[in-house]
């Protein structure tokens, strides 16, 4: 195996140099990887000494700007938390600026027509998120936007998730973090008081476990803000992510 050493540009030679052969009162320059792939998510210009135009034109082509790039936002909570009315606002607000097509996951739907032969086991609601995952993955990846909007309740299959779609687009976790006496209070369909009677089983958040996220990029708290105030905290993120231009 012959190494390749790291290489430096140096502007007064226009020439590239070993780093550990440069003289110590050369000036260089260079970019690293990770510099190289925040220039191409912002869309910003990269010195022409760094690579030729037809390479750097194909590597714009394969990694263009996160504002041209798919993405999913994937909404994580407790039930009656918030999740599928602040997804819903978002679906309005990300149509409304148009530019690429949106599609909503959201979790009773998924669970009506991808998932109705599943339980609510863990491992089954395992196997619900991952659909959710996939779908989501190929909507990214044909450069779409996709909202989810599940329980999803155990961190290692979001983390599971995350891996697969951040490999073809973005994707934002954002965890709404309404504590389980409002969800309750919220609570419509008396699911709560039921699980809680012990007529359903496996209800998270009584019966069963909701893991925390530590690795979202949002905490939304319903109980002070209102689904549309949520939606925009999102959209905010977004924007300042590249994701969507400044509006």
């Given at each position: 195996m012959v190494p390749f050493k790291m290489m430096v540009y140096a502007p007064s030679r226009q020439e590239y140099l070993p780093v550990d052969e440069v003289p110590e009162d050369l000036k260089t320059e260079s970019i690293s990887g990770t510099e190289l792939r925040r220039r191409l998510a912002k869309g910003l210009p990269v010195p022409e000494w760094f690579s030729f135009p037809e390479v750097m034109e194909q590597l714009r082509e394969t990694y263009p700007?996160?504002?041209?790039?798919?993405?999913?936002?994937?909404?994580?909570?407790?039930?009656?938390?918030?999740?599928?009315?602040?997804?819903?606002?978002?679906?309005?607000?990300?149509?409304?600026?148009?530019?690429?097509?949106?599609?909503l996951l959201d979790g009773d739907i998924v669970r009506k027509n991808l998932s109705s032969e599943l339980g609510f086991s863990k491992e089954h609601r395992d196997l619900n998120i991952r659909r959710i995952g996939f779908v989501a993955s190929e909507i990214t990846k044909n450069r779409g936007i996709a909202i989810c909007a599940p329980i999803a309740p155990y961190d290692r299959v979001r983390k599971?998730?995350?891996?697969?779609?951040?490999?073809?687009?973005?994707?934002?976790?954002?965890?709404?973090?309404?504590?389980?006496?409002?969800?309750?209070?919220?609570?419509?369909?008396?699911?709560?008081?039921?699980?809680?009677?012990?007529?359903?089983?496996?209800?998270?958040?009584?019966?069963?476990?909701?893991?925390?996220?530590?690795?979202?990029?949002?905490?939304?708290?319903?109980?002070?803000?209102?689904?549309?105030?949520?939606?925009?905290?999102?959209?905010?993120?977004?924007?300042?992510?590249?994701?969507?231009?400044?509006?």
């Amino acid at each position: 195996m012959v190494p390749f050493k790291m290489m430096v540009y140096a502007p007064s030679r226009q020439e590239y140099l070993p780093v550990d052969e440069v003289p110590e009162d050369l000036k260089t320059e260079s970019i690293s990887g990770t510099e190289l792939r925040r220039r191409l998510a912002k869309g910003l210009p990269v010195p022409e000494w760094f690579s030729f135009p037809e390479v750097m034109e194909q590597l714009r082509e394969t990694y263009p700007p996160l504002s041209r790039r798919g993405f999913t936002v994937l909404f994580t909570g407790l039930p009656s938390s918030g999740k599928s009315t602040i997804a819903n606002v978002l679906l309005v607000k990300l149509l409304e600026l148009g530019g690429r097509p949106v599609t909503l996951l959201d979790g009773d739907i998924v669970r009506k027509n991808l998932s109705s032969e599943l339980g609510f086991s863990k491992e089954h609601r395992d196997l619900n998120i991952r659909r959710i995952g996939f779908v989501a993955s190929e909507i990214t990846k044909n450069r779409g936007i996709a909202i989810c909007a599940p329980i999803a309740p155990y961190d290692r299959v979001r983390k599971e998730v995350r891996e697969v779609i951040e490999d073809v687009g973005g994707f934002i976790l954002v965890h709404v973090s309404t504590p389980v006496s409002v969800c309750e209070q919220r609570d419509r369909k008396g699911l709560y008081a039921k699980a809680r009677a012990g007529l359903i089983k496996e209800f998270t958040g009584i019966s069963d476990p909701y893991e925390v996220p530590e690795d979202a990029e949002l905490a939304l708290d319903t109980t002070e803000m209102t689904p549309e105030e949520c939606a925009q905290e999102v959209l905010l993120f977004l924007e300042k992510e590249g994701y969507i231009a400044p509006r």
